[in-house]
Nanobody, 115 residues
Framework: QVQLVESGGGLVQAGGSARLSCAAS????????MAWYRQAPGKQRELVAV???????NYADSVKGRFTISRDNAKNTMYLQMNSLKPEDTAVYYC?????????WGQGTQVTVSS
């Protein structure tokens, strides 16, 4: 069964950095496009960044130039390097990938940016 486990969240000061990880199991990781989403209190879940199986990346306008998505297929792990963090980046961050029939999500990791 597919399992996605996020880690690396926490409390960060504005202007600081954090690195999230997503460890995947139960999938042929290198074949899958992977994504980071986030959900702030009272808001809908939004796409933050995507990395394809071929390594192409795409970002939400709100994080372009500050966040970097990457993957290590040998470790079945995806990363999100977040720099110049802002209070509006505060959210629960989720790892996501799609199977043939289902979409899979991690449990989420909280990132709180204090001003």
């Amino acid at each position: 069964q597919v399992q996605l486990v996020e880690s690396g969240g926490g409390l960060v000061q504005a202007g600081g950095s954090a690195r999230l990880s997503c460890a995947a199991s139960g999938v042929i990781f290198s074949w899958n496009d992977m994504a980071w989403y986030r959900q702030a209190p009272g808001k809908q879940r939004e796409l933050v960044a995507v990395i394809t199986s071929g390594g192409r990346t795409n970002y939400a306008d709100s994080v372009k130039g500050r966040f970097t998505i990457s993957r290590d297929n040998a470790k079945n792990t995806m990363y999100l390097q977040m720099n110049s963090l802002k209070p509006e980046d505060t959210a629960v961050y989720y790892c996501n990938t799609d199977g043939r029939l289902l979409s899979y999500w991690g449990q989420g990791t909280q990132v709180t940016v204090s001003s």
